[in-house]
Protein backbone atom coordinates (compact mmCIF):
# COMPACT_ATOMS: atom_id res chain seq x y z
CA UNK A 1 0.00 0.00 0.00
CA UNK A 2 1.39 3.46 -0.83
CA UNK A 3 1.33 5.71 1.94
CA UNK A 4 -0.37 9.37 0.79
CA UNK A 5 1.52 10.94 3.41
CA UNK A 6 4.63 13.23 3.49
CA UNK A 7 6.73 12.13 6.43
CA UNK A 8 7.41 8.13 5.97
CA UNK A 9 8.51 5.57 8.67
CA UNK A 10 11.85 3.80 6.54
CA UNK A 11 11.02 1.71 4.05
CA UNK A 12 10.36 -2.03 5.62
CA UNK A 13 8.68 -1.09 8.07
CA UNK A 14 5.66 -3.65 9.67
CA UNK A 15 2.94 -2.29 12.19
CA UNK A 16 2.63 -3.86 14.96
CA UNK A 17 -0.64 -3.11 17.83
CA UNK A 18 -0.32 -4.31 20.59
CA UNK A 19 -3.78 -5.91 22.50
CA UNK A 20 -2.17 -8.50 24.23
CA UNK A 21 -1.89 -6.67 28.19
CA UNK A 22 -3.95 -8.13 30.77
CA UNK A 23 -5.58 -5.13 31.18
CA UNK A 24 -6.18 -6.23 35.02
CA UNK A 25 -7.00 -2.18 35.96
CA UNK A 26 -9.82 -1.78 33.30
CA UNK A 27 -11.22 -5.07 34.25
CA UNK A 28 -11.54 -5.88 30.60
CA UNK A 29 -9.80 -6.02 27.71
CA UNK A 30 -8.90 -2.85 26.71
CA UNK A 31 -8.57 -3.09 22.64
CA UNK A 32 -12.05 -3.71 22.75
CA UNK A 33 -13.14 -0.12 24.40
CA UNK A 34 -14.97 2.29 22.09
CA UNK A 35 -13.79 5.64 21.90
CA UNK A 36 -14.10 6.49 18.29
CA UNK A 37 -17.20 4.77 16.96
CA UNK A 38 -15.55 0.86 16.99
CA UNK A 39 -13.10 -0.72 19.22
CA UNK A 40 -9.62 0.38 19.52
CA UNK A 41 -7.64 -2.06 18.04
CA UNK A 42 -10.00 -1.76 14.66
CA UNK A 43 -9.67 2.08 15.14
CA UNK A 44 -6.32 1.56 15.27
CA UNK A 45 -6.10 -0.35 12.51
CA UNK A 46 -7.59 1.66 10.26
CA UNK A 47 -5.25 5.03 11.39
CA UNK A 48 -1.96 3.05 10.87
CA UNK A 49 -3.03 1.12 7.79
CA UNK A 50 -2.02 4.21 5.70
CA UNK A 51 1.54 4.41 7.38
CA UNK A 52 2.50 0.70 6.73
CA UNK A 53 2.31 -1.43 4.26
CA UNK A 54 2.54 -4.47 6.15
CA UNK A 55 0.03 -4.35 9.69
CA UNK A 56 -0.49 -6.82 12.24
CA UNK A 57 -2.16 -7.39 15.45
CA UNK A 58 -0.07 -8.54 18.56
CA UNK A 59 -0.71 -10.57 21.41
CA UNK A 60 -2.39 -13.52 22.89
CA UNK A 61 -4.51 -16.77 21.00
CA UNK A 62 -7.50 -15.39 23.37
CA UNK A 63 -7.30 -12.49 21.57
CA UNK A 64 -8.32 -13.99 18.33
CA UNK A 65 -11.95 -14.37 19.12
CA UNK A 66 -13.89 -11.54 17.41
CA UNK A 67 -11.85 -10.53 15.55
CA UNK A 68 -13.25 -8.85 12.07
CA UNK A 69 -11.96 -10.73 8.97
CA UNK A 70 -8.44 -9.04 7.36
CA UNK A 71 -7.10 -8.66 10.88
CA UNK A 72 -4.27 -11.00 10.99
CA UNK A 73 -2.80 -11.71 14.84
CA UNK A 74 0.54 -12.47 15.85
CA UNK A 75 0.64 -14.53 18.98
CA UNK A 76 3.99 -14.59 21.13
CA UNK A 77 6.28 -17.72 21.03
CA UNK A 78 6.33 -19.42 24.18
CA UNK A 79 10.19 -19.52 23.69
CA UNK A 80 10.42 -16.06 24.91
CA UNK A 81 8.36 -16.39 28.03
CA UNK A 82 5.68 -14.48 29.36
CA UNK A 83 7.26 -10.94 29.46
CA UNK A 84 5.19 -8.47 28.38
CA UNK A 85 5.71 -6.51 25.12
CA UNK A 86 9.26 -7.80 24.84
CA UNK A 87 8.29 -11.26 24.09
CA UNK A 88 5.56 -9.65 21.22
CA UNK A 89 8.50 -7.81 20.00
CA UNK A 90 10.84 -10.44 19.80
CA UNK A 91 8.41 -12.69 18.22
CA UNK A 92 7.80 -10.38 15.28
CA UNK A 93 11.21 -9.47 14.12
CA UNK A 94 11.92 -13.44 14.25
CA UNK A 95 9.13 -13.52 12.37
CA UNK A 96 10.18 -11.14 9.67
CA UNK A 97 13.96 -11.11 9.73
CA UNK A 98 15.24 -7.75 7.96
CA UNK A 99 11.83 -5.91 8.89
CA UNK A 100 11.86 -2.79 11.17
CA UNK A 101 9.25 -2.22 13.78
CA UNK A 102 6.89 0.46 14.78
CA UNK A 103 5.09 -0.73 17.73
CA UNK A 104 1.76 1.06 18.86
CA UNK A 105 -0.24 -0.23 22.25
CA UNK A 106 -3.66 -0.18 22.26
CA UNK A 107 -4.06 1.90 25.42
CA UNK A 108 -3.57 5.34 23.78
CA UNK A 109 -6.83 6.91 22.39
CA UNK A 110 -5.39 10.33 21.77
CA UNK A 111 -3.12 9.13 19.30
CA UNK A 112 -3.78 10.36 15.57
CA UNK A 113 -2.10 11.21 11.94
CA UNK A 114 -0.62 14.13 13.41
CA UNK A 115 1.12 12.40 16.23
CA UNK A 116 2.27 9.08 13.98
CA UNK A 117 3.75 12.02 11.19
CA UNK A 118 5.51 13.23 13.94
CA UNK A 119 6.94 9.70 14.78
CA UNK A 120 8.04 9.20 11.30
CA UNK A 121 9.94 12.30 10.83
CA UNK A 122 12.13 11.65 14.15
CA UNK A 123 12.67 7.51 12.74
CA UNK A 124 14.43 8.73 9.68
CA UNK A 125 18.06 8.43 11.37
CA UNK A 126 17.55 4.80 11.92
CA UNK A 127 18.20 4.79 15.46
CA UNK A 128 15.40 3.36 17.87
CA UNK A 129 13.24 5.95 17.95
CA UNK A 130 10.01 6.48 20.81
CA UNK A 131 8.44 9.66 22.30
CA UNK A 132 9.57 10.91 25.23
CA UNK A 133 8.29 12.75 28.12
CA UNK A 134 11.14 15.35 29.24
CA UNK A 135 9.21 16.09 32.60
CA UNK A 136 9.72 12.38 33.81
CA UNK A 137 12.33 11.32 31.51
CA UNK A 138 10.51 8.27 30.45
CA UNK A 139 10.16 6.72 26.60
CA UNK A 140 7.11 5.25 25.55
CA UNK A 141 8.42 1.96 24.30
CA UNK A 142 4.54 1.23 23.12
CA UNK A 143 4.78 4.54 20.63
CA UNK A 144 8.57 3.69 18.98
CA UNK A 145 9.94 2.58 16.34
CA UNK A 146 12.63 -0.29 16.42
CA UNK A 147 14.68 -0.86 13.55
CA UNK A 148 15.86 -4.38 12.07
CA UNK A 149 19.08 -4.19 14.04
CA UNK A 150 17.87 -3.69 17.32
CA UNK A 151 16.32 -7.46 16.57
CA UNK A 152 19.95 -8.61 18.09
CA UNK A 153 20.89 -6.42 21.27
CA UNK A 154 16.98 -6.85 22.31
CA UNK A 155 17.71 -10.65 22.45
CA UNK A 156 20.60 -9.92 24.38
CA UNK A 157 18.43 -7.94 26.59
CA UNK A 158 16.37 -10.61 26.92
CA UNK A 159 19.24 -13.33 27.59
CA UNK A 160 20.74 -11.45 30.47
CA UNK A 161 17.11 -11.83 31.70
CA UNK A 162 15.98 -8.50 31.77
CA UNK A 163 12.49 -7.51 29.95
CA UNK A 164 11.96 -4.11 29.85
CA UNK A 165 11.99 -1.58 26.61
CA UNK A 166 12.25 0.91 28.73
CA UNK A 167 15.72 -0.20 29.28
CA UNK A 168 16.29 -1.18 25.85
CA UNK A 169 15.58 2.52 24.73
CA UNK A 170 17.65 4.09 27.17
CA UNK A 171 20.58 2.32 26.50
CA UNK A 172 20.70 2.76 23.17
CA UNK A 173 20.19 6.56 23.64
CA UNK A 174 17.41 6.21 21.70
CA UNK A 175 15.81 9.53 19.60
CA UNK A 176 13.56 11.24 21.94
CA UNK A 177 10.37 11.97 19.98
CA UNK A 178 8.25 14.91 21.46
CA UNK A 179 4.67 14.62 20.75
CA UNK A 180 3.04 17.17 19.20
CA UNK A 181 0.34 17.08 21.46
CA UNK A 182 1.59 16.00 25.00
CA UNK A 183 -2.32 14.27 25.43
CA UNK A 184 -1.02 11.99 22.85
CA UNK A 185 0.72 9.95 25.59
CA UNK A 186 -1.73 9.73 27.90
CA UNK A 187 -2.26 5.80 28.61
CA UNK A 188 -5.57 4.74 29.64
CA UNK A 189 -5.77 1.94 32.20
CA UNK A 190 -8.54 2.69 34.59
CA UNK A 191 -12.54 2.81 34.09
CA UNK A 192 -12.45 6.28 35.63
CA UNK A 193 -9.76 7.69 33.14
CA UNK A 194 -11.39 5.70 30.06
CA UNK A 195 -14.68 7.55 31.08
CA UNK A 196 -13.20 10.87 31.32
CA UNK A 197 -11.29 10.20 28.18
CA UNK A 198 -14.46 9.29 26.43
CA UNK A 199 -16.01 12.49 27.38
CA UNK A 200 -13.50 14.46 25.79
CA UNK A 201 -13.28 12.78 22.36
CA UNK A 202 -17.17 12.94 22.03
CA UNK A 203 -16.94 16.29 23.08
Known sequence: MQNPHNHLFPEATT?????????????????????????????LWELL????????LSGR???????????PLITDD????????MAGLLTAFEKFPGRHMLVIGCDYPFLDKTALQALASCSQSGRPTAFFQPETVYYEP???WY???????????????????????RASNAI????????????????????????????
Not at 33 to 38: A, I, P, S, T, V
Not at 49 to 56: A, G, K, R
Request: charged share 20%; glycine share 10%.
Open 78 to 85: AAWGQIGP
Open 49 to 56: SSFCENLY
Open 142 to 144: LLA
Open 61 to 71: LEHAIGLKPGL
Open 147 to 169: PAQAFEKIKEQWKAGSYGLQQFL
Open 15 to 43: GLIFIGGKSSRMGQDKSLLNYHGQPQRDH
Open 176 to 203: QCIAPNPQVLQSIDTREDYVKALKHIQG
